[in-house]
């Protein structure tokens, strides 16, 4: 770490389930007369009419996905949105600089929630290109793990997308980090066991003849059994969120915990998008909070939104917890200020709120900007490679409302590769569809010359692909369930299209087109009845035909909950990222043409009339 800002102990938990507190290396206290520390409410030396009071705040982040810098490797700029967002840990650093100088910096914790090293093609390049997961003489710094260090970080969960490269990556970037990487539920498949820390506790000396000692459990999602199954099966697995918190919160009390905070990779009370398929919620931090007694508050993480403050009574000791989830990218920072007593020997906690704070209202700091320079650099080239030519500007603006020739050309990459893969063996004449969704709403491929960065910027997943065998009806029950999408709309009313789409909170990457099949939506029918109209090569499908299915592998294992895929067999799968395929095929063609791949196959009516 370059500066030791901050005077603490740390008390790293054993990664076995149960072990005792492992040392941490003692750091030398805060001086006696923190009274007069920004923060303090002790009363004079000798005054013992009232409990003494102190302060300190715990800073958050939450699904950085890769960013450090406010920039879009996708556009090669500065990062822009139509509300001035920014995104990056070097303004989040300037953020909690400004947090600790008004608090103390022997005052502030500055934790993470998860989603660190996959998001970006900052990241995919120390994944994939040099990766940080080798046996080489020299090991790569991951820019994460950079910035991370310098911001002196004090523990982080593990995100659902940190495997996303297998475990290897997501080991090797634990290694690189100076403080723990937790996950409590994150567990050997042998024997049960925790495969990382499940908790911290961190001493804060306030001026008091005892620290405060904050416990920190870190929880990942369960659902990353089903999205990196291939990652994952039979190595680690992932159990409920709420039962992991009630077996560990009681054990960091017995360890000492005055204070328990958990980070929990984890929304407060969406719905489950993989529904029945494992028996614990995807977004159980509400759950948690209202059922786990002793926790005061919890970063919420995975979801992506912004949520100041969320006050939730436990029902078992009918305490308030306090929850804060800051949006992605670092574009918030939450900070839950505590107010804690100490009297008769002991701390307890007087009072805690929860605030988020705006990182477009600072300038970037330059420490972290200038510690991943050549990094950036080096990534900013590899996206730059021209790949190809395109006949005409291809846009996904219009996406998610009716066909168009940027997602057709997922598609036909998708379903050209499933073909070349089949050839000669035994599916090789069924048919092969293809699944694709509006992953990115900004991705542009333009007329003329195209880099690398347009062709992976319509693809910003790390998703790999496989090829599923399903029947015309359980096609036509797929295709139901993604229309769920649309919100209904009866014939005559007033469009919207801003309005229309995220029906029963359906993000965009779960509203899926099957290239090869035609059909209409009809969105003034309720969900599961608007499905009209299919049709393969001209004639209406035979629900018992069979065809080939290529679906991206967080779709196949579950992601979304769509019907029959998760269950359907397995012909086919690819180790290699789509968005890789997408490049390869670019390079090889060399021109991409809508007319070689463009068929303009759904549309949305309303009793047959065209929406558009």
């Known amino acids: ?214 416990g920190i459990l870190g929880l990942t999602n369960p659902g990353i059994a089903i999205w990196d199954k291939a990652n994952v099966s039979g190595k680690m697995v992932f159990p409920g969120i709420v039962e992991t918190a009630a077996k560990y919160v009681p054990r960091m009390k017995a360890a000492g915990a005055d204070v328990i905070v958990v980070s929990a990779h ?31 508050a919890v970063l919420v993480g995975h979801t992506h939104k912004e949520v100041p403050q969320r006050l939730i009574v436990n029902k078992k000791t009918g305490k308030t917890v306090v929850l804060s989830e800051p949006l992605c990218w670092g574009q918030r920072l939450s900070c839950f200020d505590f107010e804690v007593e100490f009297a008769d020997g002991a ?87 293809a699944q694709a969704a509006p992953f990115n709403r900004t991705a542009l491929i333009p007329s003329g010359q195209v880099k690398l960065r347009d062709a992976a910027g319509l693809y910003i997943y790390e998703n790999t692909l496989e090829a599923r065998i399903l029947t015309g009806a359980q096609l036509k029950d797929y295709l139901e369930f993604s229309a769920k999408y649309f919100y209904q709309l009866a014939p005559g009313a007033p469009v919207d299209k801003d309005a229309m789409t995220g029906a029963e909170t359906t993000p965009d990457y779960n509203y899926d087109s099957v290239y090869g099949l035609s059909y209409d939506i009809d969105i003034a029918q309720p969900k599961g009845q608007r499905i009209v109209n299919l049709t393969f090569q001209g004639k209406p499908i035979d629900p018992a035909a069979q065809f080939v299915l290529a679906v991206n592998n967080y779709r196949a294992n579950g992601g979304g909950n769509f019907p029959h895929v998760a269950n359907a067999k397995l012909v086919w799968s690819n180790s290699d990222e789509i968005r890789n395929t997408m490049i390869a095929w670019v390079k090889a063609k060399g021109v991409i043409d809508p007319a070689d791949f463009f068929t303009n196959s759904w549309r949305l009516v309303r009793a047959g009339q065209p929406v558009f």
């Open 1 to 214: 770490m370059s500066l030791n800002r901050r005077d603490f102990v740390t008390r790293s938990a054993a990664t076995a389930a149960g072990a005792a507190l492992a040392g941490g290396a003692a750091v030398a206290a805060a001086p006696a007369a923190a009274a007069a520390e920004p923060g303090s409410t002790a009363t004079a030396k000798g005054d013992k009419r009232k409990p003494r009071r102190q302060a300190f705040t715990v800073m958050g982040t939450t699904d950085l996905h890769g960013r450090v810098l406010n920039w879009d490797y996708f556009t090669d700029a500065e990062y822009v949105d139509k509300a001035h967002n920014a995104v990056g840990l070097a303004k989040i650093s300037t953020l909690a600089n400004q947090v600790r100088e008004e608090k103390g910096w022997n005052r502030c914790l500055l934790i993470d929630s998860g989603d660190i090293i996959q998001g970006t093609q900052l990241t995919y390049y120390y994944a994939r290109i040099e990766p940080i997961a080798t046996d080489g003489d020299t090991v790569p710094d991951h820019p994460m793990a950079v910035a991370m260090n310098l911001m002196e970080y004090d523990a982080a969960a593990l995100g659902n997308h940190e495997f996303n490269y297998g475990i290897p990556t997501v080991k090797a970037f634990e290694e690189q980090l100076e403080f723990p990487l937790l996950g409590a539920n994150a567990l050997h498949a042998k024997n049960e066991k925790p495969a990382f820390p499940p908790f911290v506790i961190k001493e804060l000396h306030l001026g008091e003849g005892k620290p405060l000692k904050v």
């Open 266 to 296: 984890s929304g407060i009370d969406e719905p489950t998008t993989y529904g029945d398929q494992l028996p614990w919620p995807e977004d159980a931090s509400g759950e948690m909070a209202a059922t786990v007694a002793d926790i005061d």
């Open 347 to 433: 701390w307890k906690v007087v009072s805690v709120s929860s605030r988020v704070l705006n990182s477009n209202t600072v300038p970037e700091n330059p420490e972290i900007t200038n510690a991943i320079t050549e990094q950036h650099k080096k990534v900013v080239a590899y996206v730059n490679q021209n790949i190809g030519t395109s006949k005409i500007e291809l846009s996904i603006a219009e996406a998610r409302f009716k066909a168009t020739p940027i997602i057709d050309l997922i598609g036909k990459v998708q379903a050209d590769a499933v073909k070349a893969a089949l050839a000669g063996g035994q599916y090789a004449n069924l048919p092969v569809l």
